[in-house]
T-cell receptor, first 115, second 113 residues
């Protein structure tokens, strides 16, 4: 059974710092990897989607990288702000699931940015 | 566009009751899916559909039924609610067979007593 692991489970940093969230997965045969943000009591908001043929994607202060061969992805947040406080989820679409078999999610990193 | 909408937002059921969680999307997405989110377990796939008239089971389908009569709607039915089904339920949709960006609804928080 494929698994997705996120480290650390929780992170608290002062405002303005650059930070990295980590995601690892057990099978390099993937269609894509997606990073989400979840605010307390809310749904998931898609941040970045990286297809298996891509190495990175950028959106504003966010940069996600993908190293398929080592089964790793990182989400880099530049110049963090209190509004970035949320839980960040990594999700992988594994090829063995046929693509339609949904995403396999990590348990998330709970991020707190201190003002 | 409203995106992915879910109703109700909150629901309390007694053991053995049945109910339907509603999900609709207005983006003309072929692929729709249901997940449940439990503390310490992450999100797990319940059922999915690659188009109208086609549904299939995910990782945790027991106790749930789905149907897809239109492209827009994908309701999730709890046949006989059990306390183990207490969870937050999310509906998601995307173009294609789940190979594109997935858009999630706001969730339904269900408590079964």
């Amino acid at each position: 059974k494929q698994e997705v692991t996120q480290i650390p489970a929780a992170l608290s940093v002062p405002e303005g710092e650059n930070l990295v969230l980590n995601c690892s997965f057990t099978d390099s045969a993937i269609y894509n990897l997606q990073w989400f943000r979840q605010d307390p009591g809310k749904g998931l908001t898609s941040l970045l989607l990286i297809q298996s043929s891509q190495r990175e994607q950028t959106s504003g202060r966010l940069n996600a990288s993908l190293d398929k061969s080592s089964g790793r992805s990182t989400l880099y947040i530049a110049a963090s702000q209190p509004g970035d406080s949320a839980t960040y989820l990594c999700a992988v679409n594994f090829i063995s699931g046929g693509g339609a078999d949904g995403l396999t999610f990590g348990k998330g990193t709970h991020l707190i940015i201190q003002p | 566009n409203a995106g992915v909408t879910q109703t109700p937002k909150f629901q309390v059921l007694k053991t053995g009751q049945s109910m339907t969680l509603q999900c609709a999307q207005d983006m003309n997405h072929e692929y729709m899916s249901w997940y449940r989110q439990d503390p310490g377990m992450g999100l797990r796939l319940i059922h999915y559909s690659v188009g109208a008239g086609i549904t299939d089971q995910g990782e945790v389908p027991n106790g749930y039924n789905v149907s897809r009569s239109t492209t827009e709607d994908f309701p999730l039915r709890l046949l006989s609610a059990a306390p183990s089904q207490t969870s937050v339920y999310f509906c998601a949709s995307s173009y294609g067979a789940g190979l594109d960006t997935q858009y999630f609804g706001p969730g339904t928080r269900l408590t079964v007593l």
